[in-house]
């Protein structure tokens, strides 16, 4: 789902290289870029059958290419727990080769001595680039706890005036969300519940469809905290 377009070849440079066979299974939730990137590929000369697209469901489409005997090497971005079953249903088979880019829960430190404003906006930028939907986001902000106090409730006021709308016109700083983030990836079972620091008024501003929270106060037990979240959930720890 992150970046798309950029994973055909990404993916599939090193074969489309050598005019070897590759199968790309598109994300559900995203699959018109890749095949648009596929349909330009063609169009500049790749051979047929070289590049091809498989569109469909994790466990289905995902899970054939995975177990399947002809395929040599499977290649996976996504979260861990489905990167677990891709290795299984690979070993089981031929064991073929496997390359897993999994998770991303990539911290935004903020130092005692640090310039707060520009603190702010720098975790804002980490957090909020590609509309938090890439696994590189800083998706978690660690603040030294003499400026934490200072620093919490300055990412809500910088939240609020963000600009959200077509991309493609001028200004504008925050495209579609793909997923509900938050009904995926909320506190379950014994996980300690965040306190909420931005309200639900922040969401319908911005149009996140109610996939926008700014948790705080957060623990290493809370599933929030530990678990990759593909989308803007800013989490903030001391």
């Known amino acids: 789902m992150e970046f798309s377009s950029s994973h055909v070849w990404l993916e599939g440079r090193t074969d489309i290289?050598?005019?070897?066979?590759?199968?790309?299974?598109t994300s559900e939730q995203t699959p018109l870029s890749a095949l648009y990137a596929t349909k330009i590929f063609h169009e500049a000369g790749l051979h047929s059958g070289v590049l091809n697209i498989v569109s469909g469901f994790g466990p289905t489409a995902g899970a054939a290419l995975a177990s399947h005997m002809d395929v040599d090497k499977i290649?996976?971005?996504?979260?861990?727990?489905?990167?677990?079953?891709?290795?299984?249903?690979?070993?089981?088979?031929?064991?073929?080769?496997?390359?897993?880019?999994?998770?991303?829960?990539?911290?935004?430190?903020?130092?005692?001595?640090?310039?707060?404003?520009?603190?702010?906006?720098?975790?804002?930028?980490?957090?909020?680039?590609?509309?938090?939907?890439?696994?590189?986001?800083?998706?978690?902000?660690?603040?030294?706890?003499?400026?934490?106090?200072?620093?919490?409730?300055?990412?809500?006021?910088?939240t609020l005036k963000r600009v959200a709308g077509d991309p493609f016109k001028a200004g504008v700083e925050q495209g579609p969300q793909i997923l509900f983030v938050v009904e995926e990836?909320?506190?379950?079972?014994?996980?300690?519940?965040?306190?909420?620091?931005?309200?639900?008024?922040?969401?319908?501003?911005?149009?996140?469809?109610?996939?926008?929270?700014?948790?705080?106060?957060?623990?290493?037990?809370?599933?929030?905290?530990?678990q990759w979240n593909l989308g803007t959930i800013p989490l903030f720890s001391y």
């Open 75 to 158: 290649a996976f971005t996504g979260s861990t727990a489905t990167g677990k079953i891709i290795l299984e249903l690979a070993a089981k088979r031929n064991l073929k080769a496997a390359t897993l880019e999994l998770g991303g829960k990539s911290p935004f430190i903020v130092c005692e001595d640090a310039d707060v404003d520009q603190a702010v906006e720098l975790a804002h930028f980490a957090l909020f680039f590609d509309q938090g939907q890439c696994c590189c986001a800083g998706s978690r902000t660690f603040v030294h706890d003499r400026v934490y106090d200072e620093f919490v409730e300055k990412p809500k006021v910088r």
């Open 185 to 226: 990836t909320a506190p379950s079972g014994n996980s300690e519940v965040p306190t909420s620091a931005v309200p639900n008024s922040v969401c319908e501003k911005i149009d996140f469809s109610n996939s926008e929270v700014c948790a705080t106060n957060n623990h290493s037990d809370n599933l929030l905290f530990k």
């Open 17 to 25: 290289g050598r005019w070897r066979h590759f199968f790309l299974k």
